[in-house]
């Protein structure tokens, strides 16, 4: 029976290692804001210059247009920013937020409604799944050696429509509370304005929300505490064959940290994550709470705030070699956790026996991620696109298909 092919190896991985969540809940003040504020670096890649560019055209054209929802798994280099509102009183109306010259977004922000798309007819009689075998090998913990008892060994068998799989994981996951584009909030971006957030900008200022049935009262401050997070500069040495050791300049405001990285070791997918505990998934890999950074970190799933390096044990992304390319590879993420911030109006009475029914309530999270190509030179890719532009155009496909894997294309 032939391996299963690597799109579904990954889409495999990433099922057992974070749970399903639920949907966010919409009780609290009639009237609620929430604000994800993301940075992302990709190492080795400009932010949106000609290789954002190339990235953009490969993609067909919407690489430098923001959507709703993009802070939740950035993949370019750049800032970005989601805003949700829900008005209990008069929901699913188009309202304005007035925001901060630094923003550098123009005075004010539209929050529209999504437009509710049908599903999609169900294809039937035109897909068999594929069938065939898998393994997930499991890896945790900083090091450059494997620890004793590793890898956890996930085998996966795919026949007859079904998937079997032999071995568990009791993979760790982010409670979910995302807002998702439901036709009863009002968001940004969204198709009316979608421009990207411009690097260096910033949220710290005077915010207000107006709007149909909106609070008059809904104005607000934001300082440092909910403002972009900077880039986590990572730099690395070694080789996935010798063992890598990834280091980051501390990132300011950044609560703790971790790391997770998926590729290949001949035919099997491996897994590892920074985590001292062989339970941490991808699943993680989100807005956390304070209270839950403080426990993980504790438990040492996290990296304390003062870490600055990590090293991932040689060879398990180190598989047979192919040409030009050193080993199986893999992809690096690492995630920054930044604080929560959540501001209400009229504030929360100093005296609990106080009744306190807060006409509105704002909550901005925020965190910076980064991501590197294992075994592989970023700083080179400039180089090549430069070399690319200069081809005939039959000659620029293998940098494209390139480009085309490493953003998902």
């Keep these: 029976m032939r391996p299963l092919p690597r799109p579904l190896f990954l889409a495999l991985a990433t099922v057992i290692a974070a749970a399903p969540a639920a949907s966010a809940p919409t009780a609290g003040p009639p009237t609620q804001v ?3 504020v993301a940075t992302h670096h ?3 890649m400009p932010d949106l210059g000609p290789l954002g560019g190339m990235a953009s ?12 929802g ?11 920013l989601d805003i949700a509102l829900y008005n209990r009183p008069n929901p699913g109306k188009q309202a304005e937020q007035r925001i901060p010259a630094g923003l550098r977004l123009g005075a004010s922000l539209p929050l529209v409604p999504p437009v509710r798309t049908p599903a999609p007819p169900e294809r039937r009689g035109e897909y068999a799944p594929p ?6 090998l499991v890896y945790w913990g900083c090091g450059s050696t494997v620890r004793p008892g590793q890898p956890k060994i996930i085998s996966i068998n795919a026949s007859g429509g079904k998937v079997e799989v032999s071995g568990s994981m009791q993979g760790r996951y982010a409670p979910d509370r995302d807002i998702e584009a439901d036709p009863a909030y009002a968001l940004w971006p969204n198709p009316k304005s979608g421009k990207r957030v411009p690097d260096g900008a910033s949220l710290q200022g005077a915010h207000r929300i107006t709007g149909p049935g909106i609070p008059e009262s809904l104005a607000f401050e934001l300082e440092q505490v909910a403002d972009f997070m900077p880039k986590i500069d990572l730099q690395s040495t ?14 300011d405001r950044a609560q703790a940290y971790f790391l997770h990285a998926v590729g290949t070791q001949g035919k099997d997918v491996v897994l590892w994550s920074s985590a001292d505990v062989p339970d941490a998934g991808q699943g993680i890999f989100d807005y956390l709470t304070g209270s839950l950074i403080e426990r993980w970190t504790k438990e040492k799933v996290l990296l304390p705030r003062t870490a600055t390096q990590c090293a991932i044990p040689k060879g398990i992304f180190a598989g047979p070699g192919e040409a030009g390319r050193e080993g199986g590879g893999g992809l690096l993420s690492i995630i920054a956790y930044g604080p929560e911030s959540h501001i209400a109006w009229p504030p929360r009475p100093s005296d609990p026996k106080q009744p306190w029914n807060p006409e509105w309530n704002v909550r901005v999270r925020t965190k910076s991620t980064g991501s590197a190509m294992l075994g592989m030179d970023l700083s080179r890719m400039q180089e090549m696109e430069d070399d690319s532009e200069a081809q005939p155009q039959e000659q620029k496909k293998p940098l494209r298909s390139l480009l085309k894997g490493l953003i998902g294309g």
């Design 238 to 251: 070694g080789s996935p064959a010798d063992g890598q050791t990834w280091r980051w300049t501390p990132v």
């Design 42 to 44: 990709m190492a080795g």
């Design 131 to 136: 069938e065939g075998q898998a393994r997930l």
């Design 57 to 68: 055209r490969v993609m067909g054209g919407g690489a430098q247009q923001a959507h709703y």
């Design 70 to 80: 993009q802070t939740r798994m950035p993949m370019m280099t750049g800032q970005y």
């Design 34 to 36: 929430w604000i994800d």
